[in-house]
């Protein structure tokens, strides 16, 4: 029996309700970080904002603008790792790609110097390394397979690659060009590099709802197998090592914040999607394109806070505060404040207590102090 079908109406009308208002709030208050849009076109549709949750029981949700199409962009970056995992293995693949935040921007060129490879697979140089070592004859062979198993993922058999998108950022790509021939010149790269970087950008250019996204979230979250139509997407054997990467550097240079603040395994994409999948629960998609300094959506970012914070989310969170059960069957309490800067700094010292020991008898103080 799915999880909503234990759901009375009336908890079902209060779950939706509860989404619903969290849409609604951030959708006023989510604007004031915006510094740009991907592309810059894209501010036609700042007004766009969508948040779906598949449970790992099929179980969905769908609140706002859920069936606008947008570009995967980055967040393509975790299925491309996934099949470079299982066609490589975990020691081949982690000998050309690490799994270290790198702290520097998504299209930096900063790499492991010890190692000679990049830090990681959810920046532009691990992924295009991904790209390389998927298998495949030549690039449309590799692109199909990779294709194949986003269909799987989302749930969608009629996925394909935006070929206008792909030749768009074909024509743009100086920058993943260079980064490219420069590791191809440390010998981080094999393959040739228009090959590799039609392989990277063509998943970039597969176009997905916010629905589907979710769904793909939940197919992680759910041991690698579709919830709805039960199909394995990938090996369960390296979900932990897609999941645990994407915890740890999934959100840019901004990842440490993330995984402290929010704490679910995510990626981001520059058209201002997240994905986002908490093991053996729930899979999360959102949308909304407007992004911060980092490339991250900025409402996107602001609404898995929230949920994080009010449904006990965070996976370090206390097994208490997780209110994941009958989602709607009370009103969640708001969020308690931060305490005001200062507020739990110790009392001031008594002038008149140069010691600050509220003339404690000497003798105490000594034997407290040993």
Known sequence: MAWDETLTEQERRRAREQ???????????GTADVVT?????????RDLFALAGTHVDGTQWTIGDC???FPLQSISKVFTYALALEDNGREATLSRVGVEPSGDPFNSLAFDEVNRRPHNP??????LVAADIVGGADVDERVGRLLERLRIYTGNPDLEVDKELLDAQLVDADRNLGISYYMRSLGMLVGEVLDILTVYLSVCSVMVTTTELSMAAATLAHGGVNPCTEERAMARNYVRDVIGVMFTCGMYDAAGQWANDVGIPAKSGVSGGILAAIPNQVG???FSPGLDVHGNSVRGVNVCRELSDRFG???FADPGETQLGRLGARVWPEPEPEPEPGALDPEPRDEDDEDGLDDAPRSAVIEAQT
């Open 313 to 315: 989310l965070h996976i």
């Open 122 to 127: 959810m920046v532009n140089a691990g992924a």
């Open 37 to 45: 849009y991907h592309p810059p076109e894209a501010i036609a549709q």
């Open 67 to 69: 069936d606008h199409r």
């Open 19 to 29: 989404l619903e208002q969290l849409l609604e709030r951030q959708a006023r208050m």
């Open 284 to 286: 999360l998609g959102v």
